[in-house]
Structure formats: C-alpha cells, structure tokens
C-alpha cells in the first residue's frame, strides 16, 4: 500500500481550478494508493458550511466520494484556511478529520499536521488563527446573513494571510526542528508538514522532517512506500 498526500492546493487562489487536481485524484486507485491525505488548504478559502459551496469545492467533494466508494482512505488535516470542516457539512465526507493525522507505510511512521501552528513566536497569527476558529466565529459563519458573514471569512483570510507573512517569508527551520525533536519521541519516525510552500528536508536527532512542496507551485501529489512521486 501506498500514501498520496497532498499540501496546499489553495484551489480557487493560486491554485486556479480544481480540473488537474481531480485528474490526478481520479488517478489514485491505478497507481496503487490506498490512502490519501489532505494535508490542509485544498482550497483557498474552505468554511464547513454548504451556504459557502462554490462549483470547485463541488466538484473535488464529489471526486473524493468516488475515491472512499473505491475503498480508498480519505483523511483531512485541517489548514489555517480550513474553518470548521470536521464539523460542518464536510465532515462525513472523510474517515478522519483532525489536525493531525498518524500513518506507518513502509515500516516509517508519519505524523503529519499542516504545521501553522508551530511558531510560537507569531503571537498575532496565532491570535488571529485561534479567533478565527472559535465558537463565536463558528455561529457567525453559519447564522450571519451570508453577504455579512462572506464579509468576515474575507476579513479574517486577509489577517491571517498578514499576521503571518512575516514568519512565512523564511521558513523557521530552528522552531520546526525544537517541536520535532519533542513529537518524534513518541514514536514517530517522519513530521511531514505542510504550509510553508516550499520543499525542505532535515535530519534530526529522532528521525527526519519533511516539508512538502504546495501543490499549487508544481501539482505534485507525493506518495509515501512504493512507487514514489506521483504526478
């Protein structure tokens, strides 16, 4: 068996449109994948809710339901654009919704989160990311008149992209290696991480780090055991 995972499509921004994505994903099955994980940000801006639902969220939904009916694993890592999707009208679509996601292929066990949330450091973001997400954010989103609560995701997409442009801009290789040290004590082997948008690889003490590159740069879907890259 073999690992598709896929970071930062940022469908519908960068990423364009969902056409080449859902090529590949319809790919999956044929190249030996048995699992696929969303590491976070498939698309732009993605709010749990159907009121939100635009033809490219449609359209990669009903993709990855063809995949789960094919028996393949579905799992989602929630990104700092994704606002309530293992809670909302999503959350069925995926056997596993969370902000981390734990997988061993190849004797190699993975954890695998999107990885915003590591820089201590970035207290703005971190303020912004963790109002964004609350109950009160919830409730707006989901009862506001849908042009005022468009409004607010827009408003709250534009801090967060701000706040954290400062720490995205050089990728914090001394706090990524910190948290990974303390996770892969507990028994993993690879943090494979997302959100910083361009590939990196570090050996540390427990093991190894990986940053994959995102998808809307290259349209690489990496694959983890055998047959390697997927494309």
């Known amino acids: 068996m073999s690992v598709a995972v896929i970071a930062d499509a940022h469908l519908g921004g960068p990423g ?3 056409t080449t994505l859902i090529e590949q994903l319809r ?3 044929g190249q030996g994948c048995r699992h696929l994980v969303l590491l976070g940000d498939l698309f732009h801006v993605w709010v749990g809710a159907k009121r939100y639902e635009t033809p490219e969220v449609k359209a990669v939904v009903a993709v990855l339901m063809e995949l789960r009916q ?3 694993r579905v799992d989602y890592v929630e990104g700092n654009r994704d606002f309530f999707i293992g809670e909302g009208s999503y959350a069925g679509l995926f ?4 902000t981390e996601i734990h997988f061993t292929v190849g004797g190699r066990r993975y954890l695998a989160m999107h990885g915003d949330g590591l820089n201590d450091r970035d207290y703005l973001y971190r303020f912004w990311n963790r109002l964004s997400k609350s109950a009160v954010s919830r409730f ?3 009862h506001l008149p849908r042009a005022m ?3 607010l995701v827009g408003v709250t997409e534009r801090q967060l992209a701000k706040t954290n442009f400062k720490h995205k801009s050089t990728i914090p290789e001394a706090v990524i ?4 040290e303390q996770r892969l004590q507990e028994g993993f ?5 997302g959100h910083y948008h361009e590939p990196r690889q570090w050996q540390v003490a427990n093991g190894e780090i990986v940053v994959l590159d995102a998808w809307f740069r290259g349209h690489r879907v990496e694959c983890f055991g055998e047959g390697g890259e997927l494309t």
């Open 16 to 18: 364009g449109s969902a």
């Open 27 to 29: 790919g999956l099955r």
């Open 70 to 72: 094919q028996g393949i």
């Open 95 to 98: 056997d596993h919704v969370a």
């Open 140 to 142: 707006c989103m989901l």
């Open 149 to 151: 609560a468009s409004w």
């Open 177 to 180: 290696r910190d948290y990974a």
């Open 189 to 193: 082997d690879v943090l494979l991480l």
